[in-house]
């Protein structure tokens, strides 16, 4: 039970910091390494997505850590089928930020 509930906060806190160190460890944007050939963005606009991504990581690690510790496991069940409106937000408002940044066709 505590294996799954602390799960999503370790994974979180992992992927927050393999993005926040992968441009000074590895020279290299992770993000933009992935999909950088499907979307042409200024290297800029991959460093801020990257640390969007950071800030969610650690958002989500946050909250799960704050409803495993003190809520109930049926509590966090219900938190973990209702919170999936944090990653949908997130990625509708990365949506419309990358748009804005996307080479017009003219």
Known sequence: ??????????????????????????RKNFLQAMLGQ????????????????????LFMAGINAYVAHFFSTEDWVDFKIWGYV????????????????LPREH
């Open 86 to 101: 944090f990653p949908m937000v997130f990625i509708i408002a990365q949506g419309f930020y990358i748009a804005r940044h």
């Open 38 to 57: 499907q979307l042409p963005l200024s290297p800029r606009v991959w460093q801020r997505l990257n640390w969007a991504w950071v800030i969610y990581a």
């Open 1 to 26: 039970e505590r294996f799954i509930k602390w799960k999503p906060t370790v994974l979180y806190s992992l992927m927050a910091l393999a993005l926040a160190f992968s441009e000074r460890l590895f």
